[in-house]
């Protein structure tokens, strides 16, 4: 069945509105994306007429949401292709899948001298995390450089590597350069050194399909609010013998199996890594969400994500006071620019008012900014009910800016 | 000379005059221009106000009990609403600065500008500005 973006958009009701009375163009989904109606009615019934902690109740209710719950964890199983519902852990996002994951592995595996290597394109979620586990153990953390195009140098990673690297962390997708990184291969290199890896999919599951057996990689996490689920909702996916290994990252309610003051001992994975009361309701949003895409279908949107990146990509190169950040081979769904003498903010500022939302600014990336030496980029990220028109509302909005600040 | 809240109608009004956003922003991009250029010299980290998305440079001169504001930013706009602000500020004593009600902002609609989320350093700006005037003051009272 082909794509149809115009009834896509009908199923979001966010995007039905004007601001400064003009439509409103939705073009910051690497920041969030907007939510479907489905995820929102069941966000909705969920509190209206089923809520109920999970695992702990006896009761009618009780049982139902645990049920529910543990479907989601199927569904996201499915979803990303985890050989086991068990491996997947619910976590407050991307960035708390990282910390829990980087204090736990930091805890059972890295000592002092050992090195831990990400990429110089990361977000600060993934760097901060792990460089405040390198000075908690006295590790060393190592770069993988990037060139101008936004390509990484993977050839440095042979260099890189060496027999004290415990750990290798990259993104999937660059939030600000839009790179798709060849994950594959620095999965295989890292696993012929006995190196696990860690792939940061915030910015890839929404847009691409995700098998992390096929890939091999041995954790993968990404949120639920960037793929059009609820906000506060993420996941931590580990190969089952990680999480068996590793220690659990928070104590509290139902991640024990007995609890005494002399010891505790530890339920078993998934549960072990969710103390206390979890986001059940965004669990469950989040399903919904992986649902709605899965209906309407992952290639479709792929291909129509694709096709306006390639065009806004072409309308934005034609314009010879742009400059473009992030041309590799291999991208989806960011365009990253500057108008030349023009600061960013002024031209959010501008761009704003037109309706349209970008986002300007580091992007929490600033060692990519660092590489360019600039201060900032304007991003429109796209989504999968943005439209041509769309992208030439960006364009008029944007000479509109030149015309104010030549 | 007219008084802080004369000078603030004074430029409410000036905005009243354009319905359009798009006017408005033109407007502030000509003030900016009007800004007098800030000596370079005293374009050091000393003197940088830091925001996430646009960076600001405030000097302030005690001379003859009067505080002399000179300030630049990267950002056109901000740098704008920066030439308000010292048109309403600059050449006061300490006390009329520290008690200075910047009604302006939200008459003319630039309240977003100074959310502290948008960290462009105008709300620390003004808290900066006003330190001075405080500073100052205890300065003329030990003095």
Known sequence: ???????????????????????????????????????????????????????????????????????????????????????????????????????????????????????????????????????????????????????????????????????????????????????????????????PVVIDG????????????????DFFVFSGHKIYGPTGIGILYAKEKWLHELPPFQGGGEMVNVVSFQKTTYNEPPVKFEAGTPNYIGAIGLAEALKYLTKTGLSGIAKHENALLEYGSQKLSELDFITLYGQAPDKSSILSFNLKDVHHYDAGMIIDKMGIAVRTGTHCAQPVMQHYGISGTIRASLGMYNTQEEIDTLISAVKKVRDMFA | MKNINEIQQEISEEFELYDDWMDKYNYL???????????????????????????????????????????????????????????????????????????????????????????????SMIKQMKLYALAYHAKSKGS
């Not at chain 1, 059972?108 to 050992?114: A, E, L």
């Not at chain 1, 098998?211 to 990689?217: H, N």
């Not at chain 2, 308000?84 to 520290?98: A, D, T, W, Y």
């Open chain 1, 202 to 217: 915030a910015q890839s599951v929404q847009h691409t399909g995700i098998d992390v057996q096929k890939l091999d990689c």
């Open chain 1, 1 to 195: 069945m082909e794509y149809d973006v115009y009834s896509v958009r009908k199923d979001f009701p966010m995007l039905n509105q004007q601001i400064y009375g003009r439509p409103l163009v939705y073009l910051d989904n690497g920041a969030t994306a907007q939510k479907p109606l489905s995820v929102i009615e069941c966000i909705n019934n969920f509190h209206t007429s089923k809520n109920s902690t999970i695992h702990r109740g006896i009761h009618f209710f009780s049982e139902q949401a645990t049920e529910e719950f543990e479907n989601a964890r199927k569904t996201v199983q499915q979803f990303i292709h985890a050989e086991k519902s068990s491996e997947v852990i619910f976590t407050s996002g991307t960035t708390g899948s990282i910390n829990g994951l980087a204090w736990s592995f930091g805890e059972r595996f890295i000592s002092p001298g050992d090195e831990i290597i990400i990429s110089e394109m990361e977000h600060h979620s993934n760097i901060v995390p792990w460089q405040m586990l390198c000075e908690r153990k006295g590790a060393v953390l190592k770069i993988i450089p990037f060139n101008d195009d936004g390509t990484l140098e993977i050839n440095k990673l042979d260099t890189l590597i060496t027999v004290k690297t415990r750990l290798i962390s990259v993104m999937h997708i660059s939030n600000t350069l839009g790179t798709i990184n060849p994950i594959r291969a620095i999965i295989a290199r890292a696993h012929a050194n006995d190196i």
């Open chain 2, 29 to 123: 991009i000509e003030l900016s221009k009007d800004l007098p250029v800030i000596d370079t010299k005293l374009k050091v980290n000393d003197n940088l106000i830091s925001g996430c998305q646009s960076r600001v440079w405030l000097h302030a001169d005690y001379e003859a009990g009067l505080i002399h504001f000179t300030a630049d930013s990267d950002s056109i706009i901000t740098k704008g609403i920066i030439a308000l602000l010292i048109r309403i500020l600059s050449g006061r004593n300490p006390e009329e600065v520290m008690n200075a009600d910047l009604f302006f902002i939200d008459r003319i609609g630039l309240r977003q500008n100074l959310s502290p989320t948008r960290s462009n350093g105008l709300l």
